[in-house]
């Protein structure tokens, strides 16, 4: 029996009949089987979406004639479309400052095998966390930033960031919001973890605002790191229940709770490949 | 612009390769567009599932033609399928005692137009709700049962939901076990809600055996009835929670929230066509 | 056996020594058996919260003596409080406009015994749910509201409610703006649902602003009505997961699910003197 | 400004009048300040709980004055009752088996200050887990354990705890069933985390269980580990939602999210001398 070779493709574009059908065929031509196939349309935009997961054990062909052919379908129906092989593992950067609750996190999950990836790099503005790193056999890098050497210093990490070939970078509770250049260079490739419910709670301090509100829930968002602070395309949200008991600090503690798990899942979600991507919001495929 | 006339075609057969495409092909030659597909596949059992909803308004053959095709392919595939017209609402009867909140909250959404379905008939062992279904307009039947009529009357009640053209049978809250003929007659077509996160608390007063047990969440399950009580293949579960405050009495008032919202999460997912049965399980489509 | 006469006291101020052992110590000698106490303190705001429930079939002196004493105590610590006797039902009005669900909820809920009180009346500014409280024998009275006849037509609403010796307004998915003079009058006896997770999507069509935003969450929030639109104090907010297939109706839908729950629980917690305001913040016992 | 001394008081007793302002005005008395109380009573049961934690900063006696006048009260009502002191802190075993994921929980929760304690014990029946707790300085004890050791090596076990002077044993994924001796000598002081919603999925496999009866949610249940095996009282319980989509492999991941919360909170209550146990359920103080 063939070992299975799988690959993911995901697709976007302007809303047609005959879109489904076509990939069908075209993946059933060539001696791909469909595993799984998820699609959604977005009415009010115009705008189709499908996610095909295939094997590609008893291919007919080879990769190259698929591919060519893909790219052919997708000029047809000016689709967008990202074609991904399994067994290239994504490279993924962490990004952290002093809270070590969501690196220990994603690390462990990484060891555990519950995300698909590899993680050669922990970036972060602060030493503090070096000894995690070093425990989980992460390079660390310290990269201090300032005020004024800021913008020099994110080139430093653009620089690094391509040295180790990675694919996405993870911001969790990385204290620095981002310069346009970074933000440019990994765009769609950035995940951040914000500590409220957005858009509730935008900037900094949000369990401070949560508590000077007196909201009864606090929240985690995670979303794709934009120019606009706390504004990109969201993945993946969750609450936790507050009473007038809870002081901010308490707030705070079910908040790491709801950090860890929101990062994990839209981590997870972008590893997979389930997530697209349109103006601010986000298709993701379950 | 032709008026969409949609479908669903619901499928489940044993694992193949080409059963995507073969019937996106099919749907895509007859001139259906379609505009939802969801698939899933069960590797341990082998068994394939999807869900595909097209819109026929661009047809270019006729319904006849196109069911002729799809049985073909279907008897290629070994498949077990269900072909829905979406123009011809399912036809549904609540049985009821005399709790009011599931049948209230089901005659309410309903009218609110979240059910798409008509509810011709209410039926009871108890005369208490006929008011209720008196101010909807929906008829409503007074079938009494005692240990002795039970076999008996459950035949008026077969016959009346046969005359009324009953597509499907909600028991919300009907405090009866039902007998095997009815269970047969409406086989997969059965609806209940049991007030417990099944299978803890099978059987009677579930609430007081939570309150007992001490637990700190109580929980409803919506599940299609079949010969062997609150075995049935579950479609929806949630849970609320409890603490040591909840008398038996609190218990059910939060029990009653979780009763009335996952039985209408169950029907509406039945009524969309987004449920397939294997053997003691289900897949809901989303 | 003695009639147990239920009443319940709720006290702030100023946090100090020998609050708790004051407010025990005097209702022991008055004879009254305390059945609940629960006190929470704000260290920040250096404020003391308590709710005392309490038993008075055995008073050993009579109610005035016993309401003596605590106004006594109460200045010492310069209490605010409030005693209320169960036996003494709160009366409830209903606003309304044309969305019937929290409507029907509330008056289903009061018909089961779930909220201890009377609803002698419901407003409207339309007159389309007049047969839902006709249903029920609650008074409709529909007070049409244009912007020119606004400030008279609360006037009318007022004396309405003082008529009616209105304890608590809820304002049931009404969809005006209370005046100042309302406010005023019924301050801290106004209860509204907002369909957001405040202080998320503030102001008008929540549902719209949640979808184009892309959140992965919708919410309702129940809050006493200021004079600052949704700004008030938060007693109660709850959320449901939604995802890239959910229309704006299908949010909508799932909020209603919300609003019901969110708004029912703050009214029961209200009506149970269960909630304190300070600031514009919230303690609400359990 | 005198530093505070903070003390806890569990009480639990047949119910009758006067507890409540018993305590109050003998804390008082002695100088000591009522912070927090919280009390339940269990009318079926007849059965009086509380909770009061108080600063003994400005004691008037001193702490064995207040002792004795404790022990005094506590005889007149038949009170069974607990004084815990803050500074003294809970000294906690953790057992573990080959599963590292609540292990870590624990030690990174400890670490970043949300469990008040010592952790000064792992104990496995396997060496995998070592390294782990030598990170964390933390000592650990291999303790293998067969068929036929079992009961010799439980006596290792408790030698272990009571030379640690362990107050409280975590069961944190340890694959073994403690025996009668183990259990008695800290009854009411072992914690155990079980992967389902108690009473389903009783024993082995619970995932496994889960996915053949196909629900809709998995749980994750923390109870006193007493001689009837997953039948304790339970503190803490939490679910996820599952799908047809979700493997075995599925269930356990979103399952091992739940074990580490809900251990966590059990942990965090028992530490905060929260819980009182009275037959087969808890109190659980907020």
Same mark, same amino acid.
Request: net charge negative.
């Given at each position: 029996?063939?070992? +299975?070779?799988?690959?993911?493709?995901?697709?976007?574009? +302007?809303?047609?009949?005959?879109?489904?059908?076509?990939?069908?065929?075209?993946?059933?031509?060539?001696? &791909?089987?469909?595993?799984?196939?998820?699609?959604?349309?977005?009415?009010?935009?115009?705008?189709?979406?499908?996610?095909?997961?295939?094997?590609?054990?008893?291919?007919?062909?080879?990769?190259?004639?698929?591919?060519?052919?893909?790219?052919?379908?997708?000029?047809?129906?000016?689709?967008?479309?990202?074609?991904?092989?399994?067994?290239?593992?994504?490279?993924?950067?962490?990004?952290?400052?002093?809270?070590?609750?969501?690196?220990?996190?994603?690390?462990?999950?990484?060891?555990?095998?519950?995300?698909?990836?590899?993680?050669? %790099?922990? #970036?972060?503005?602060? +030493?503090?966390?070096?000894?995690?790193?070093?425990?989980?056999?992460?390079?660390?890098?310290?990269?201090?930033?300032? +005020? @004024?050497?800021?913008?020099?210093?994110?080139? #430093?990490?653009? @620089?690094?960031?391509?040295? $180790?070939?990675?694919? %996405?970078?993870?911001?969790?509770?990385?204290?620095?919001?981002?310069?346009?250049?970074?933000?440019?260079?990994?765009?769609?490739?950035?995940?951040?973890?914000?500590?409220?419910?957005?858009?509730?709670?935008?900037?900094?301090?949000?369990?401070?605002?949560?508590?000077?509100?007196?909201?009864?829930?606090?929240?985690?968002?995670?979303?794709? &790191?934009? &120019?606009?602070?706390?504004?990109?395309?969201?993945? @993946?949200?969750?609450? &936790?229940?507050?009473?007038?008991?809870?002081? #901010?600090?308490?707030?705070?503690?079910?908040?790491?709770?709801?950090?860890?798990?929101?990062?994990?899942?839209?981590?997870?979600?972008? %590893?997979?490949?389930?997530?697209?991507?349109?103006?601010?919001?986000?298709?993701?495929? $379950?």
């Amino acid at each position: 029996m063939p070992v +299975p070779t799988l690959a993911t493709l995901l697709v976007s574009c +302007p809303d047609r009949r005959g879109i489904v059908a076509a990939l069908a065929q075209l993946l059933y031509g060539h001696g &791909a089987n469909i595993l799984d196939s998820d699609q959604h349309t977005d009415t009010e935009a115009g705008m189709f979406f499908q996610r095909l997961r295939f094997d590609l054990a008893e291919l007919q062909t080879d990769k190259l004639t698929l591919e060519r052919a893909i790219a052919e379908v997708a000029e047809r129906f000016s689709m967008t479309y990202r074609l991904v092989y399994a067994e290239v593992k994504k490279r993924v950067a962490i990004f952290v400052s002093r809270y070590d609750h969501c690196l220990y996190d994603l690390l462990l999950r990484h060891r555990s095998g519950e995300l698909s990836c590899e993680i050669p %790099l922990v #970036v972060s503005n602060h +030493p503090d966390l070096e000894p995690v790193a070093r425990d989980f056999g992460v390079r660390f890098v310290h990269v201090p930033i300032t +005020p @004024e050497t800021k913008s020099a210093q994110e080139q #430093v990490e653009i @620089e690094l960031l391509v040295a $180790e070939r990675i694919d %996405l970078v993870v911001l969790a509770r990385y204290m620095q919001v981002l310069g346009p250049d970074l933000i440019a260079a990994f765009a769609g490739r950035i995940l951040n973890i914000h500590h409220s419910f957005l858009p509730a709670f935008v900037g900094g301090k949000p369990y401070h605002q949560a508590y000077r509100r007196g909201v009864k829930l606090v929240g985690a968002t995670a979303h794709y &790191a934009t &120019a606009n602070l706390d504004e990109g395309p969201i993945l @993946e949200q969750d609450v &936790a229940h507050a009473s007038h008991r809870d002081s #901010v600090e308490d707030l705070a503690r079910k908040g790491r709770d709801l950090e860890k798990v929101v990062l994990a899942r839209a981590v997870r979600s972008h %590893l997979e490949d389930r997530v697209l991507v349109y103006g601010n919001k986000t298709v993701v495929f $379950e």
